[in-house]
DNA sequence: GAGAACTATTTGCACAAGCAGATATGCCGC
DNA sequence: GCGGCATATCTGCTTGTGCAAATAGTTCTC
């Protein structure tokens, strides 16, 4: 029993410091975006999302999945960008249940201005974080990940 | 301007890709531990530190910072938890300001039972991870850390 | 081609989170 | 010991989230 107490223990462990360094990211990302831009990490998330699809569009769905959101989230999240007149929404023609998402020149603009801080924000972060020396480790690791595909929680 | 833009683009492909883990991890404890147990992840998380803590005794502040949470989340949190009879508040002698919380025993008793299914969950998901491509290297890298302090999140 | 089974999106509702402000306590200099 | 400032916790309010149910459209079967 010692050995799988162990491996649990380990996992455990790990996924405490995947926790932190997720949590230290993510505030400081939310908090950087907000000040300056007015968007929170699942609204940067979603805009990038979409720049990085041809043509700039895509379903609702996959963009749940893209955000890690469930599909009601989803929905107000989209309606929230739409107001503010980042993105469109148009019927499927082949498939008329769906609705693509499309980032308007607008919305392509404000992701423009916004990327600088995001990425950062991002470094600065992950430089303090390795000065952490229960994050280090894993920040090192996250370094040397070779750069993944195109969508990483897409599939 | 290339090489700044690829070192970018890899923090950025390495967040999105520890994100996704994370989420993917988050949601499946979630579920599992609140179908079972009637207990939320953060919730779980506090009564697990708290039983890492000689005493199992800890301030608001510390728990606070434990699980990655602001103060008025962790006042209201603590409380939904002492409703239940899992953990109980009291004064601190020295400083009275601070207030001290402390695992009752059918906390104890609590953690005990849920535990196994947390880990049984983690275990499940990080190697349902580990199937898919983008995730797998992270998935290998967090077993590869060694076993981190107490306490990632405190400090 | 009518009905059943499935999928995509939206809406009603309840809840947990953060921010800002309130309150209580500690600590410091004088 | 008294004002001034910092710290610890709690409360009011607003917002974003998930679940379950509603609605609309597709596909499969006969």
Redesign the pocket.
């Known amino acids: 029993m010692g050995i799988q107490d162990d491996a649990a223990e380990i996992r455990a462990s790990g996924w405490r410091t995947l926790a932190a360094l997720h949590g230290l990211i993510d505030s400081a990302l939310e908090?950087a975006l907000q000040a300056e831009h007015r968007l929170?990490v699942?609204e940067y998330t979603v805009l990038e999302a979409l720049s990085r699809q041809d043509g700039w569009h895509m379903?609702?769905?996959q963009l749940?999945r893209a955000a890690?959101?469930?599909?009601?989230?989803?929905?107000?999240?989209?309606?929230?960008l739409e107001e503010r007149g980042l993105l469109g929404?148009y019927l499927?023609a082949?498939?008329?249940?769906?609705?693509?998402t499309e980032l308007t020149t607008q919305g392509r603009e404000l992701l423009r201005a916004a990327r600088p801080l995001h990425d950062a924000t991002l470094e600065a972060t992950l430089t303090g974080a390795a000065d952490v020396p229960e994050l280090a480790p894993l920040v090192r690791a996250l370094h040397d990940l070779e750069p993944a595909p195109a969508s990483p929680a897409g599939s």
Do not use: E, F, H, P
């Open positions: 908090k929170s699942v379903r609702m769905q749940a890690a959101l469930s599909s009601s989230a989803t929905t107000r999240l989209v309606s929230r929404r499927c082949d498939d008329r249940r769906g609705i693509y």
